[in-house]
């Protein structure tokens, strides 16, 4: 492991606190994920007796080879969200927007 990738298993996104905060008042449980690295999603979110993993990137933010990887031999739906708003679609709160 090169030194880069050692400094980005842990990197949190700027946005991951505030959807962290945004799913705890709806009811939601988490728990990060971002220490195991090696391209496993940042989230683990439970709600309602369902498990969601979540992938945050900031806008503009791409996923790396390592979580493409990682997300293609995962055996279960990983979401990538970009926001509070995309965070609660996921969990099914509110309704997904599509942007033009």
Known sequence: ???RNARR?????ANQGAIIEALHRVGCTTQSL?????G???????RANKL????IKTDGGTLEQSQLDW????N?????VRSIEGALAVV???KATLSA
Do not use: F, N
């Not at 496993?40 to 439970?46: G, S, T, W």
């Not at 969601?52 to 992938?55: A, R």
């Open 71 to 74: 997300i293609k031999g995962w």
């Open 92 to 94: 099914g709160l509110i």
């Open 52 to 55: 969601y993993l979540l992938e």
């Open 34 to 38: 971002t220490s195991i690295g090696g």
């Open 1 to 3: 492991m090169t030194a």
């Open 40 to 46: 496993c999603p940042d989230l683990l979110v439970a």
């Open 9 to 13: 298993i842990h990197r949190i996104d």
């Open 76 to 80: 279960s739906q990983v979401h990538t």
